[in-house]
């Protein structure tokens, strides 16, 4: 079993769609999937836009109906194996709750980055140092994605590791951000999937 977080500001839009995303297409791998906000509103249902996109996404609709937001705490940053920020000042929120979790902590477009960069054999050596459990591997590979920041160019904007926010925004913002987030979410799935083969 291994554990995935991932934080955005309300935990109503994108935060959500990338957990359900996730716990979908690697529903085989039975992971624990969850998500949180840096402002977290109280037990707040996604947005019906984000859910709408869920669901044309592949995701149960239970799951979409069943999403309540909650505040991010230090607590739910103990167990995570990844822990996936929708910007980068999300990831610094987290990190600033808990330093510890920096090389365990990226934003969904950032690891994807990373993880295209890398040989899959340097990411499955990675994972086999670490053994065969599953949680103990992702780990292992997010250290060594972690450890290639400065090796791997940045993007020239810097924003490009970042999922825009959508809330409060028209539809064609929700399809934009949705267009940035799938993507890396497909890529984090296949990564997931290659470390732990």
């Known amino acids: 079993m291994f554990e995935i977080l ?10 959500p769609l990338a957990e359900i995303l996730l716990r979908a ?3 085989d791998l039975a992971p624990r999937v969850a998500s949180a906000g840096t402002r977290g509103l109280a037990s707040a249902p996604m947005t019906p836009e ?9 995701a149960p609709e239970a799951e979409t109906l069943a999403h309540r937001s909650r505040f991010l705490t230090e607590q739910h940053l103990e167990s995570p194996d990844l822990i996936l920020a929708m910007t980068r000042d999300h990831r610094r929120a987290i990190v ?21 960069a890398v040989s ?26 972690a450890a290639s920041r400065g090796l ?16 409060g925004q028209p539809w064609e913002t929700y399809l934009v951000s949705t267009s940035q987030l799938e993507p890396a979410v497909s890529t984090t799935a296949s990564t997931l999937r290659l470390v732990l083969s």
Do not use: M
Not at 6 to 15: A, D, E, F, L, Q
Not at 104 to 110: G, H, I, K, Q
Not at 154 to 166: E, K, L, R, S
């Open 50 to 58: 984000a859910a709408h996109l869920a669901l044309a996404l592949g």
């Open 152 to 167: 791997v160019p940045t993007p020239q904007d810097p924003a490009d590791d970042d999922v825009v926010d959508p809330y």
């Open 25 to 27: 297409r690697l529903a």
């Open 96 to 116: 600033g709750l808990a330093p510890s979790r920096l090389r365990s902590t990226f934003t969904v477009r950032e690891f994807a980055r990373l993880a295209s």
């Open 6 to 15: 991932t934080v955005c500001t309300g935990n109503i839009c994108r935060s």
């Open 120 to 145: 899959a054999d340097e990411l499955r050596r990675a994972a086999d140092a670490a053994g065969p459990e599953p949680a103990a591997r992702i780990r292992a590979a997010s250290q060594f994605l």
